[in-house]
């Protein structure tokens, strides 16, 4: 039993804080995608294609959001014609 270390006893020790980990998901990319990704990553610097890809999705999220813009009526006609086509709509 701990009390209040005004009543003599201490209190239990608090485990070291433990850096909070991103949770991850899978993406699927076509294999011979990931086979370019691979050849850029040979000798880059970057540990994996993970690595690499992450680091563009970032780079480009960051530009996104600088620089939001509004798509077209056409332009989303065409995307969700190409999602249809594709069955996902």
């Known amino acids: 039993m701990f009390l209040a270390p005004s009543q003599g006893l201490r209190t239990p020790p608090q ?3 433990r850096p909070v980990r991103e949770s991850k998901v899978t993406v699927k990319i076509p294999r011979p995608l ?6 850029v990553v040979e000798g880059s610097g970057f540990n994996s ?6 680091y ?5 999220m960051g530009e996104a959001e600088e620089h939001p813009r509004e798509f077209t009526q056409q332009e989303l006609d065409d995307v969700k014609r ?8």
């Open 49 to 54: 294609p993970t690595d690499f890809i992450v």
């Open 56 to 60: 563009v999705l970032r780079d480009l």
């Open 34 to 39: 990931y086979r370019r990704v691979q050849q």
């Open 15 to 17: 485990p070291p804080a």
């Open 82 to 89: 190409k999602l249809k086509n594709l069955g996902y709509l």
